[in-house]
C-alpha cells in the first residue's frame, strides 16, 4: 500500500514537497488530475537507477522527483508552483525493471490514494 502525503493550499511562486512510502523497491511515479481532466503524468524515477528520471515537459525544471532508499521513499519537490499545477496528485507504484522510466498510467499497478495541491493565484 503507497501512502502519499505533503499536498496543501499555496500561492503561486510556493515549493511543496509530496512524499510516497512504498513497501518496498519499485518503478515509481508521480500522476495528477485536475478537476474535468485525465489523469497525466508528472515525473518517473526507474527501478534500478536512481538517476534515470523522467519529467513532463509541463513541470520540467520546476519539479524534481527523487527517492531515499533506505527509507523506500520517493519525493516530488515541487518549485514555482503555478495554479495550473492544482490537481489531486498520486503516486504510483510498478514492477518495469532497470532503468526504464515508465510514463503511461497502465504501467503501473499499485495506487496511492492521493494528495490535493492548490495553487492560489
Known amino acids: 500500500q503507497l501512502q502519499a502525503s505533503g499536498g496543501g493550499l499555496v500561492q503561486t511562486g510556493d515549493s511543496l514537497r509530496l512524499s510516497c512510502v512504498a513497501p518496498?523497491?519499485?518503478?515509481m511515479g508521480w500522476f495528477r488530475q485536475a478537476p474535468g481532466k485525465d489523469r497525466e503524468f508528472v515525473a518517473g524515477?526507474?527501478?534500478?537507477?536512481?538517476?534515470?528520471?523522467h519529467h513532463a515537459a509541463s513541470v520540467r525544471g520546476r519539479f524534481t522527483i527523487f527517492r531515499d532508499s533506505a527509507k523506500n521513499t520517493i519525493y516530488l519537490q515541487m518549485n514555482s508552483l503555478k495554479p495550473e499545477d492544482t490537481a489531486v496528485y498520486y503516486c504510483?507504484?510498478?514492477?518495469?525493471?532497470?532503468?526504464?522510466?515508465?510514463?503511461?498510467?497502465?504501467?503501473?499497478?499499485?495506487w496511492g490514494q492521493g494528495t490535493q495541491v492548490t495553487v492560489s493565484s
Open positions: 504510483a507504484a510498478g514492477e518495469s525493471g532497470g532503468s526504464y522510466v515508465a510514463r503511461d498510467a497502465r504501467e503501473y499497478s499499485y
Open positions: 518496498g523497491r519499485f518503478a
Open positions: 524515477i526507474a527501478f534500478r537507477d536512481n538517476r534515470s528520471t
